[in-house]
């Protein structure tokens, strides 16, 4: 069984920073993406920011993209979400997930395993 567990949220005024990171422990088995997900009050989970097993590719929602960078440590099996230049509307709890196999997927469906979520709110 995979567990998933994030930290570093927290509340940040905007234009400041946060390094969200999301450590895995458990027994994985084989290549896997990862991926970050969040999900506002009265909002459906959207998609953030995927990453390959490798590291080589990545993924990002158009809200995000120049502001944060998903990158991988497996050698610590960790996950990290740098997020620079915060907006108010980047408050949410973030989800990080993991999904077996090659492909990096952009959905929350395809993935297998879900962290418990860390909240990152952005004041004005």
């Known amino acids: 069984q995979v567990q998933l567990v994030e930290s570093g949220g927290g509340l940040v005024q905007a234009g400041g920073s946060l390094r969200l990171s999301c450590a895995k422990s458990?027994?994985?088995?084989?290549?896997?993406?990862m991926g970050w997900f969040r999900q506002a009050p009265g909002k459906e989970r959207e998609f953030v920011a995927a990453i390959s097993w490798s590291g080589g590719t990545s993924y990002y929602a158009d809200s995000v993209k120049g502001r944060f960078t998903i990158s991988r440590d497996n050698a610590k099996n960790t996950v990290y979400l740098q997020m620079n230049s915060l907006k108010p509307e980047d408050t949410a709890v973030y989800y990080c997930a993991l999904d077996y196999g090659i492909i990096v997927p952009r959905v929350a469906s395809e993935y297998d395993y879900w962290g418990q979520g860390t909240q990152v709110t952005v004041s004005s």
């Open positions: 458990g027994r994985t088995f084989g290549i896997h993406a």
